[in-house]
């Protein structure tokens, strides 16, 4: 028979190998911070759950013990300048955009995961009713209000030529209050987004808006550096359970997100 002060030994042993185990396998993880641009729901919501908060937390439970994502949220053209001025030094893991969205439209500069849902972008004018647009060129002479950062799907030639007028600012908020003022004749946005914003008291009923004419529809991605395949396998492999997700899938019926059916 072992005495008393033999066995509280053992048990504190017992308790500090597996204190030490635990420790070593946090140790084991490679933090990474996750970036998400989207500052407006269904992105990111004012208490901070959301599309990219769901992902990000299904990513650490999946891929726990070899990777931490932590999440953080950056005006698109921090991204562009204080992360993605040197591509072969890309260091953290983009959320929710597609190639052409920084220039990677043959996908030579980044790793790009499988696809995560379609979107598309919508033209938004002020008013109950929309102007007749069927072809991009019936924005001709029209002044153009957009983001710092954002890729202008479908009108970059005719911004470069000086057929439409280009008026940049900061967040989706100023541009809209822009529009209401008369300060620009239309905007751009994806569908989940112009869906929120749209519903906010200070804007309901005053917008409206027609689905981007010509080649709209987009895959959103998750992006990494090119010499991290082993990361983007992780991911891809963190992605194909996200369909089974019980939060992806609440939220994904609340903004009519398409997703593939779980498969397990």
């Known amino acids: 028979m ?3 002060p033999t066995r509280l030994l053992a048990a504190l042993c017992t308790a500090c190998f597996l204190l030490l185990a635990g420790s070593c396998a946090v140790a084991g993880e490679i933090a990474l911070t996750a970036i998400n641009t989207y500052r407006y729901p269904p992105f990111l919501y004012p208490d901070g759950s959301g ?3 769901i992902l990000v937390r299904h990513l650490n439970q999946q891929l726990k013990g070899r990777y931490k994502f932590e999440l953080q949220h950056l005006p698109r053209m921090r991204l562009l300048r204080a992360h993605l ?3 072969l030094h890309f260091d953290a893991v983009g959320l929710m955009l597609a190639p052409n969205f920084i220039d990677d439209d043959g ?3 980044y790793l790009w995961s499988t696809p995560i849902f379609e979107d ?3 033209l938004v004018f002020a008013g109950a009713t929309p102007p007749p647009v069927r072809l991009l060129s019936d924005l001709k002479g029209k002044r153009y209000g957009t983001i710092r950062g954002y890729r202008y799907m479908g009108l970059e030639t005719m911004i470069a030529d000086g057929v439409i007028q280009l008026d940049l600012t900061n967040d989706e908020h100023s541009n809209l209050r822009k529009l209401l003022a008369g300060r620009i004749d239309f905007t751009q946005m994806n569908r989940f987004m112009y869906r929120n914003v749209a519903s906010e008291a200070e804007f309901a009923g005053k917008l409206s808006y027609v689905r981007t004419p010509g ?3 987009f895959a959103r991605h998750v992006f990494v550096a090119r010499d991290r395949p082993e990361l983007m396998a992780a ?3 963190a992605l194909a359970t996200l369909p089974c997700n019980p939060d992806w899938q609440a939220m994904a ?3 009519d997100i398409v997703v593939p059916a779980c498969a397990r």
Do not use: M
């Open 215 to 217: 080649p709209n529809s």
């Open 235 to 237: 991911i891809n492999e």
């Open 85 to 87: 001025d040197a591509p």
């Open 107 to 109: 996908r030579s500069r």
């Open 51 to 53: 599309l990219c908060d």
């Open 120 to 122: 598309y972008n919508v």
């Open 2 to 4: 072992t005495s008393r």
């Open 253 to 255: 019926h609340k903004t």
